[in-house]
Each structure stands twice: as C-alpha cells, then as structure tokens.
C-alpha cells in the first residue's frame, strides 16, 4: 500500500504554534521520513514536499518546508520554489522570503566552480 507521504509531512509540523516558528521536533521527524523513503518512494516524497508548498496557506510550515528543500539541496524542487517567488502568496511574510532567498542563494553558491585551496 503507498504511504500519504502529504499526510505523514505534515503530521512533523502538527505541533507548530502561533508562536512558533515550527516545533522543535518537526524537522527532525521529517529528515528521518526523507531517510525512510528510497527510490521511488523517495521521487513521489519530494514530489508531496512540493505540492504541500503549492497548496498550504500555513506559513510556518511552507516556511519549514522551503528551508528543509534548502538544506538538502533538492533541486527537483526548483521550478515549485520559483513559482512561489513568483505567486505572491507569502509577499507579507518577510520569514517565507528569507527562506525563499537562502534557497537561491545556495543554489548560486553550489553551482560556482570549486576552487583548490
């Protein structure tokens, strides 16, 4: 049976407050879903991960999310964060647009030239 890997993402951040950017434990519980999953499994993760970010209008988690896709580099997410630079669904949300911003900025870092030391 497939897992509803939207539905174990966001159940990470049932935790999350008013008051809180996300909850201690919700990044965590979503890395080890991330190692859980492999292969295909792992394609249609990445693949809910975007659709949760589309779709949810909770800013703390689309905010946990872009810095979660931030951190491990996920790349097949590109096209989803570009549309979300672009929608102005989260233009009053000065932490999503940070978020937003690490994430190209890492991207441009990662595609410059190694140099040796």
Do not use: H
Request: charge should be negative.
């Amino acid at each position: 049976m497939e897992k509803n890997w939207q539905a174990e993402i966001l159940a990470c951040f049932a935790g999350i407050s008013d008051y809180d950017y996300a909850d201690w434990g919700g990044s965590g519980a979503l890395l080890e879903l991330y190692d859980s999953s492999g292969g295909e499994d792992r394609t249609i993760f990445i693949r809910a991960i975007g659709e949760i970010i589309e779709t949810n209008d909770n800013p703390r988690v689309v905010g946990s999310l872009v810095q979660f896709v931030t951190a491990l580099d996920l790349v097949q997410l590109d096209e989803t964060m570009r549309n979300l630079t672009t929608s102005g669904k989260f233009v009053n949300e000065p932490e999503i647009l940070k978020a937003i911003t690490n994430y190209f900025a890492m991207r441009k870092l990662r595609s410059l030239p190694k140099t040796s030391s």
